[in-house]
């Protein structure tokens, strides 16, 4: 009887665990307040479902199986099934997110594990916001990363990590896209991206040698996860505008004009060109040739798996159209991610992205236009004939947009394939083969014309021309890692990575012109115009990369952590004794509250010390930059007799050689407040050595200067970032975060070749003969050299006693830095450059219920700006109404006037055109509604979100201009001289998944 008692009990113990039944429950955080969207998975399986917007949630199980519950901010729990069917669980906050994983080169780490410096942002804080492009999703989210907007659609950002490092070797970061190097991402969907980690300090980017000195942007593509197929849908609509601070800036009217131009005529003792100014037209030439924009954004994907393959399938279709008249953008991505998994070892899969996009490019050269053409004239006469002043020598914007016609297609395709194998215990190896191709063609074609003048004449072009380009780049890339990892006794935690990569680019530009091309548009072929004055170009580029490389990762106890890493690379670029170098780096962290002396405090949840330094290169050069050409067949005569020989076109630096960065790093990881507040404090300081720079040499040589590696290059600053997340009862909760940025860039040193040679490089040309910066030692790169403006001339009396003998009462007065009695090139002063001292961002997320709404911002202070519209007159161009107003003028002759009185001379480009960079602006609102989830399920799905939403809605600028953000060469940033007017964007959309 007893052991049929046993058999009985043993029975039924067996047959409870393999009972399949129901299992529901509810899922909440920590205050209690329910998860929507948490992953419940059956471990193990590709079974699993989401919890709804009331964190409920249903799943067919059998007993004895494990239920694993994770959710993005949270610690994952498992949860073993019994005999209950309600199995409620409270998620508690992984608020450090110390046990993170974020991406190194070559492989991923946990945060907490981290000597370096990285900045991260995951998926759901790239698309929350509705932006085309990657670079303007993270904008003022990341300490040390500046993003420098143009404003026109599908146009790339600029990026700087941490300063500027080089004067001629490029100043952008290297981009990673599922380990496919590129240069441009603007052909990303955002919607795919699953990550994006910045490697700011040399320790974590030495592992990519030749071109980690400007930083490493790391971007992962989303994949498939176990569980059924989830589908979603994102789209919104919206239209663009002139922003109201770019609408600010005011130019003369018609009557205002002509008062100003006769003063500026009379100036110099000629008549007046305007006799009547109450009958004189008022033409607004930018509200011609702008609009309001419309665009529209649709991406839809499909992705799941089962523990033996996953998948992401993704596509996405964007349509802008810019503010300009005719200017419009398209682009059609597709992504397809795939993963397969063989037996216990072995796995493979592919990444592939493709993006195709067209662009209308009307010539932008038309904003500059308007902004100067005579407001005193119609765009066409009363024949309908396009018309233009002959006060100035400025085009008609209308006419400009009419009859000039830019289109350029791009293709892009990238991808891998790899294959990754578990060798022995503790032993792995990757293979990586990726691609990247793109292609370009260009089309520009200017019909004949004809415009009318003021004066009684005609301009007339009979000659149509046509210029086609096509551009192929191809690039591919091979790497081969295997990666040792392993626990030693418990609390020796040791990873050990080596590698080899194999890089090979080719590229290819074609070029031609003809004239007298019909106007048709399928008829536009360089073989349908004339034969004589074709013109061909043919030019290209090749080169090729090879790196071995290494990196150690140890741990001990979760206490004590060092990284160190060694690349040897070796570049085409340069020849051979240069060809090859080493980029080491070394980092220990310290993870403080692991000690068991910190076990009782109570201030800190988690305290991390780090140091590091590091080496990288930049090889951003010409490949034939070393390499000395010669032009044959020159004649000379030599005693009488014309003798043919050769000679050098350029003297070039055979032993070019890597620029190359060094960089110390200091700083700590924080939690406190039970998780609330998190933060990060750092100091760096980048040295780059060997910068590339125009040298003076002996003319014997039959050149003046040729570029070598002379300049030595610090940026030295200080990065801080908080977050702090709070929540109120069990409806609302908040998150405010800020990163702040010090930097500081200089030119130390500049070698010479000729004792007492100048070195020095002058840029930021204005079109008018005039340039504006200087870069040398002791200066920020790109430092404005400007003539010191101290005031106006008073009286003849000052002018007589001045260094400006032909100036007039009202003109500017210019300082006399010297004393020599002359105003000239020796009487210029640094004014401070474009880089800013300070830049920083400030967020907001909140939600209440089903509400939430965040709100981003970001701006900078301590840098100068150049008015290069103002500075760059030519004579008879329009003016602001700031700049005419508060004018000195002979009539009524003010002595505190604020202005220099009206004039058609080209000015002098002084510090009175140079204005604070300084600005703060709002660059997203965006406030959505989560839908009920009774009325999601009635089309069954399990999500859906509308929103609204606000870009560049409100800007404070010290600036007169259009636009603070001024990018260009780091040489010659900062010049405002025919800027893409900043436009504000309002979007409606929604999210919607299955």
Known sequence: MKNLITLLAILCFSFSFAQTKDVRGNVTDDAGSPLPGVSVVIKNSASGTTTDFDGNYLIRTDVGQTLVFSYLGFATQEIVVGLSNQINVQLLPDVTQIDEVVVIGYGTTKRKDLVGSIGSMKAEDITISPVLTLSEAIQGKLAGVQIISNGSPGAQAEIRVRGTGSVLGGVNPLYVVDGVVTDNITNINNSDIQSVDVLKDASSTAIYGSRGANGV?????????????????NSYFGFNTLADFTQSVDVADGRLFAQFTNEALERNGNAPRFTDLDNLPNTDWLDLITREGVFQNHTGSVSGGTENSKYFISLGYYEEEGILL??????????????????????????????????????????????????????????????RSTVNNVGNPVFMLDNFNSKNRDRRIEGNVWGEVELFKHFKFKTTASAETFNGEGVFFAPESKIFNDAGGVEENTTSSLKVSETDNWRVIWDNVITFHKMLYEKHDVTLTAGVTNEEFRSRILEGTALNVPPQENFRFLSLGDVAGRTVKDEGDRFKRVAYFGRAQYNYDNRYLMTATIRREGSSKFSANNRWDNFPSIGFGWNATNESFMKDQKIFDYLKFRWSWGETGNDNIGTSEFIATITTGLNAVVNNTIVTGSTLEEIKDKNLKWETTQENDLGLDFSTLKGALTGSLDYYYKKTSNALFPTAIPQALGDNEFITNSTTITNEGFEVSLNYSNTIGKDFKYTVSGNLTFNENRVVAIKTLIPDAEASIISGGLGNGQVTTKTEVGKEIGSFYLFDAVGLFGSQAEIDASAQPNAKVGDLKFDDVNGDGVINDLDRKHFGSYQPRDFFGINLSMEYKKFDLLINTFGNWGNKVFNGKRAQRFGGENIEIDVANGRYSPANPDPNAKNPRASNEIPRPSDFFLESGDFFRINNITLGYTLPDSWVSKISGTKARIYISAQNAFTIQAFSGFNPELPGDPRSSGIELNAFPTTAKFTAGFNLDF
């Open 217 to 233: 942007i790391l971007i992962t593509t989303k994949s498939g996860t176990i569980g059924k197929p989830k589908v979603s849908f």
């Open 326 to 387: 005719k200017n419009k953008f398209e682009r059609m991505t597709l992504r397809i991610n795939n993963e397969y998994k063989i037996g216990k070892y072995f796995k493979f899969g592919n990444t592939l992205g493709l993006s195709k996009s067209k662009t209308h490019n009307p010539l932008t050269a038309a904003f500059d236009a308007a902004f100067k053409q005579s407001p005193a004239i119609p765009v066409k006469d009363e024949n309908g004939n396009f018309f």
